[in-house]
């Protein structure tokens, strides 16, 4: 019977400073190693030494392991592991040159199943700093705990990247870099709202860093983002690495990392804002078009709860006109307006979240789980993309009278008004049901979406007026229209023919899009139930990527009622959205059809939609009937 073995090997150095104490303790218990160790920088010298030559004996099973959160301390960070990596000797002929050659040469002398037993013990250990400290107990766990290793541990934790070929990283280094870039930077305390805090410039410093870089990490992980449903206690539920590691990450439960990168929308530092009016520096806008994607999040009941800031700004301007806050800006039409957006989101989820004060906050907390926002199935998809069935949404208005004084308003801080937005629906949230009618080369069939491919009707449906009014190709004639001549405009929406020029000017641009190829462009038609029942026919097409996201799309429609006789109302109303990547929300701006949403007397306000999986309705919509309404109405 073999005998369990048990030795210890404790030494007690002073560091050259004399000040502090380095106690190392070295275990060997049934032929596994463990170590703990307070590390003084000074010693690692002392570290390596008693490490040099250690007294393993490989186990033939492994049982049980568990190990505590500090199962070795011998690194403080991850900024000092190459330092103790190239301090610890090899027993190769050559010294070791970097961390990763070191692991390299190793391998070579360790046997496989020496290998497998480290690597079980490392997948047992709560975190990855443990790992990362459990590498660095002898050699061969250097040479067990190698990038491959963490090329593995990185798909566990992470979606697959995208374009990485795995036969250009046989060793794993790539994925081990961005694993260990990507936990340092998550892990760093990173705030974007700083109002609030005394804070000197030395931390403001560090903070701007840590926000840069947090960014930088966010972006990736919501491009190769991929999600699917998972069937869970009995429903179904979206999941996916990346996706959960950004709902811990902006869900201040005290479960993990917190960083208010949703919770600090409109907060954030000044000049950002500054910036975001400038089209020169449109490319610094990084942070506005990610608080855009994470909308689904943000209005989600269950999470991003803080309280909502800033609504009365987000209110000015998201009933400001189409001359002082357009939805697209460029000569083609080719960016969004991140900030007039991000206004939007936060004005609806002001009425949508805030108890007691929103408009729309009680029937919303009413809704079934399905029925609201969610981030996307898969991975974003570049090109135009046709949309889910089914959506939900919201759009307000104020009367002419509070329109025109908030327009005039324009941010004057003296003019206390309030200003009560209304809504046209009994129900308060209307579904809406969008058919989509595709042409042309790519569309592709899917199983949620009603498809009609009828190139004639397509053609008749949207007609020349439309396209007048809309642009829905803005290929073809890209120069904004001259508004027309009206009575005195206000403070918000300048209209006079020196503005118009000057605002000509900027958007037409001739080198902002020279690099633009046309994309496709696909039709549709729908119905929208709120207090009327409403029918609509538009266009959609893709936008170039914004700040490197794929999946903005620019959709326009029509959208016309019947009254209490059956006929058509004089009530045509003309909308401009974005699609955000996913295809799961859309904002944007309506108006009377009847006046250029550039004049401060024209009627418009802001919309909202999101998909939801299935229709709240008993019944199913006939989309014959819906395309014999649009056909009759266009003719």
Known sequence: MRTRRKTQNTLAAQSPAGKRKLEVQTTYEGGFLLGVAELDRDAVDEVARVLKRPRYEPSDKISEIICGKNVVELSKGWNKMDK???????EASSPARSSLQFLTVKESQAN???????????ERLPSDRDITNYSVVCP????????????R???????????YDANKDPNGTKLYNLFRYRQS?????????LRNYRINDDIIGVQRNNQGEFLKVLHGMIIEMDSKMSYESGEYRLRGRNLDIIRSLVTNDGSGPYVDIIDSIL???????????????????????????LTAMSLHPNMCNSKVCHFDLSQLMTYATAAHQPVFKGKYKEQINALWLLYTANFFKFHLKSAGEGIMAHAYSNMDDHQYPSMWE???????????????????FLSMRDLISLRNENGDHENENIYSDSLDSHDQIFQVCIIMLLYGKGAKIREDMEILFSQEQASKLWSSKCEEALQSDPFINPRPRSPKKTKKSGKGAPSS????????????????????????????????????????YGRIHALPPQQNIHGFQRIVLKKFYLDDYGEFSEDVYYYEGCVFPGGKVIAGRWWNANHDPRLIDTMSGPFLWWGVDESARAEPNDSEAILAFAALHHH
Not at 84 to 90: A, C, M, Y
Not at 509 to 516: I, Q, S
């Open 112 to 122: 496989s199943h020496d290998l497998q037993v480290h690597q079980k013990i490392a």
């Open 153 to 163: 541990f990185f798909m566990e934790k992470y979606d697959y990247p995208n374009n």
């Open 140 to 151: 061969k766990t250097l040479v067990a705990i190698d990038p491959r290793f963490w090329r």
């Open 185 to 193: 930077v998550l892990s760093s305390f990173t705030l974007f709202d």
């Open 84 to 90: 103790i990596f190239n301090k610890i000797p090899s």
């Open 497 to 536: 023919s020196r503005t118009t020029r000057q605002t000509d000017k900027r958007n037409a641009r001739p080198d902002d899009a020279k690099h633009l190829i046309k994309p496709e462009f696909l039709s549709f038609y729908g119905v929208a139930h709120d207090s009327r029942t409403a029918y609509f």
């Open 267 to 293: 907060s954030v530092d000044a000049s950002n804002i500054r910036i975001a009016f400038e089209d020169r520096r449109i490319n610094e806008t990084l942070v506005f078009v990610l608080q855009l994607v």
């Open 378 to 396: 898969g991975k974003i998809k570049a090109g135009t993309q046709p949309l889910q069935r089914f959506w939900k949404g919201a759009h307000t």
